[in-house]
């Protein structure tokens, strides 16, 4: 296990990456990204934005396996975080599917670990769902009234 100095350290370089241009990008692009099903997320995975999805998907997939693994304190870690309940959020319904379509059976293993071991995980997953649609929706009024 990490001692508490390590494990600030590489939360603080998780924070850093995470300020990256592309990074900020590809994550402001997540928030608005909507699947409602594994067709969508395929599409949306295929399509001109490829890469921003798959960076954050993979981002928060990699820091979930430094926690699981004992790189990061894991109470450390999830209190400082959270970010990675919102992307799993927006593939958990069709997580299944899209294992077998991609086929990869470990795709987002760890982000999914991680996400359900947390005490109160199916409220915040939920919450955090909640949340981000609503914005999407703050979003779309926006750019509506922008017309």
């Excluded at 304190?73 to 309940?85: F, R, S, T, V």
């Excluded at 199916?122 to 009234?145: L, P, S, V, Y």
Aim: with cysteine; aromatic share 8%.
């Amino acid at each position: 296990m990490a001692t508490a100095y390590e494990s600030a350290q590489l939360i603080l370089q998780l924070y850093e990456l995470r300020r990256e241009e592309a990074m900020r990008k590809a994550r402001d692009f997540m928030v608005g990204f909507d699947p409602r099903s594994a067709d969508e997320f395929m599409a949306g995975l295929m399509g001109e934005h490829s890469a921003k999805i798959r960076m954050v998907c993979t981002y928060w997939d990699m820091a979930a396996s430094l926690v699981l693994n004992g790189a990061i304190d894991p109470k450390m870690y999830l209190d400082a975080n959270g970010e990675q309940i919102l992307v799993f959020a927006k593939v958990e319904p069709f997580l299944p599917q899209l294992r077998q379509i991609m086929p990869n059976p470990s795709f987002l293993k760890n982000l999914e670990e991680l996400c359900l071991s947390m005490p109160d995980a199916r409220q915040r997953i939920d919450k955090t769902n909640e949340f981000i649609r609503g914005i999407i929706a703050m979003r779309a009024a926006a750019a509506a009234g922008k017309s």
